[in-house]
């Protein structure tokens, strides 16, 4: 499968919270990292998504925000990722900075060069990826 997204985590479904319409999925990544998505009911029968199943979850850079490790605030954003800055590419604008998470897993944001520097994300730091359970998308291997 060949997608724009610059994130793409292999894993299986760890548990589904089905609600009215939607369903919490949690992912269960390499290592022990997790990913929650929110997706459709329908979406979860048609992609047959069931406990211990193989998914896989796409997530756009631009779709990751960054913050410090230390910042005190409490988020509605389920997937809160720790993790320490591996890479920072920067452009003239933005910069791809790219976190290893505990379990091996690597998640990379695009944001602004300001970003950065206020942020203070050089290789080494720790940081925190947010990421809307909404903006996590869900497939399965054909």
Known sequence: MKV??????????????PGAVNALVEVAL????????????DSIASLGLAE????????????VMLM????????????QLRGVVRAVQSGPV???????LPGGSLITALVTREAVAE????????????VKSSQVILGVPA
Do not use: C, Y
Request: charged share 20%; proline share 4%.
């Open 4 to 17: 724009s997204a610059r994130n793409r985590f292999n894993g299986r479904v760890a548990s589904i919270v």
């Open 30 to 41: 390499a290592g022990g990292d997790r990913l929650v998505a929110v997706v459709t009911l």
């Open 52 to 63: 211990g199943g193989e998914v896989v979850a796409l997530v756009k850079a631009p779709w």
């Open 68 to 79: 410090a490790a230390d910042e005190p605030l409490k988020l509605s954003a389920r997937n």
């Open 94 to 100: 933005n910069a791809e900075v790219s976190l290893q």
């Open 119 to 130: 942020l203070g994300l050089t290789p080494g730091a720790e940081a925190v990826a947010v």
